[in-house]
């Protein structure tokens, strides 16, 4: 990518195009476009096809998509795979029609396969069976690393999918009812310190495993890939270790500076024992991750901190 280059960020505001965003900035890059859903509806193909011609634009970061946690992809299961296909059909076809040089698409890893063995390797992909909960929503995703895949053999193009871990960082999800671990005890410990509570919960029995991956690290990984990576075949975007949900919730209790104890409720599930994904491909092609979690955490903090009164 050239510092004129122009770049796309398709889902600009949620938590992995809002990194990007940040990462394009900061290395310099002038000329970005970025739209929100209300003023581009990546679902309507002909609105995105004009968009295309109208910007001749030269690489497509593709982290708009439609996400959500159990619930969410249990109870709307219609609308995860009818949007995302929407979404990535659109603009991977637009991305060709109108000559775009590169392409990047973000897959996930919560679509390998329920039962593939840890740390995930890339070869599992469509190796057994998928995740119930979220087969929408993880069969519209193949279909879009399918999809560049096909598009580089039959078209030529260069259109790469990568599969991040998970992820956590500002613009998070804090909703102590659809959030993820992370960001659920960062946002528990600091309400609990704040009324002296003699205690925090933390679900299940603090044994299950789970590697966290900070999203400007993610961003990075985006970005070298797209200037050091042109195979169609997936990549991982992972930190290669983890850590106890036990561990977890130390470490933020002391970064949030609460000195109470901590209560593990072993009647909520446990779910996966472990999820940690293989980066032995991404380091070999000369990335690894950067931000420790304890440092990752202090910014999320911070960042927390600022925003609470408007998430409370
Ligand atoms: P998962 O990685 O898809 O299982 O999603 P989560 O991030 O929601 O949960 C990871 C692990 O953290 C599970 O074992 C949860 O039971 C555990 N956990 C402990 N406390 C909490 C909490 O307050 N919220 C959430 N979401 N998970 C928690």
């Known amino acids: 990518m050239e510092i004129n280059s122009k770049i796309y960020v398709a889902g600009h505001k949620g938590l992995v195009g809002s990194a990007i965003l940040r990462a394009l900035v900061n290395k310099g890059f002038k000329n970005l476009v970025y ?5 581009l509806d990546l679902r309507d193909r002909q609105q995105v096809l004009a968009f295309f011609e ?3 634009i030269d690489y497509v970061f593709l982290a708009a998509a439609k996400v959500g946690g159990i ?3 249990n109870d709307y299961p219609a609308d995860f795979i009818r949007d995302n296909l929407l979404i990535q059909t659109n603009v991977i076809d637009a991305a060709y029609q109108t000559d775009v040089s590169k392409l990047l698409f973000l897959g996930s890893t919560c679509i390998y396969p329920k039962f593939a063995p840890q740390p995930l390797k890339e070869e599992y992909l469509l190796t057994g069976e998928l995740e119930p909960t979220n087969q929408p929503y993880a069969i519209a995703k193949i279909a879009g690393i399918n999809m560049c895949q096909s598009y580089n053999r039959q ?3 260069k259109f790469i999918s990568v599969m991040p871990t998970n992820m956590y960082g500002p613009n998070d999800n804090f909703d102590l009812k659809s959030s993820h671990v992370l960001p659920a005890l960062l946002r528990k410990f600091h309400e609990a310190k704040e009324s002296n509570s003699k205690t925090v919960e933390v ?3 603090g044994n299950p495993k789970r590697e966290f991956l900070h999203s400007d690290d993610l961003a990075d990984a985006c970005l070298f890939l797209m200037a050091h990576y042109e195979d169609g075949e997936i990549v991982n975007i992972g930190v290669g270790h983890d850590i106890s ?3 977890l919730a130390e470490l933020i209790k002391s970064v949030v500076g609460y000195e109470g104890g901590i209560a593990f409720n072993p009647s909520i599930p446990d ?3 472990r999820k940690l994904v293989d980066v032995t491909k991404i380091n070999a092609l000369g990335w690894q991750a950067k931000i420790s979690l304890e440092d990752g955490l202090k910014a999320v903090y911070a960042e927390f901190r600022k925003e609470y009164q408007t998430i409370a």
């Open 54 to 56: 109208e910007e001749r």
């Open 155 to 157: 078209y030529g193009t």
């Open 35 to 39: 739209h929100s859903s209300s003023e």
């Open 271 to 273: 779910g996966t024992p």
């Open 245 to 247: 949900i036990k561990e």
């Open 71 to 73: 619930a969410a992809n």
């Open 203 to 205: 679900w299940g029995s």
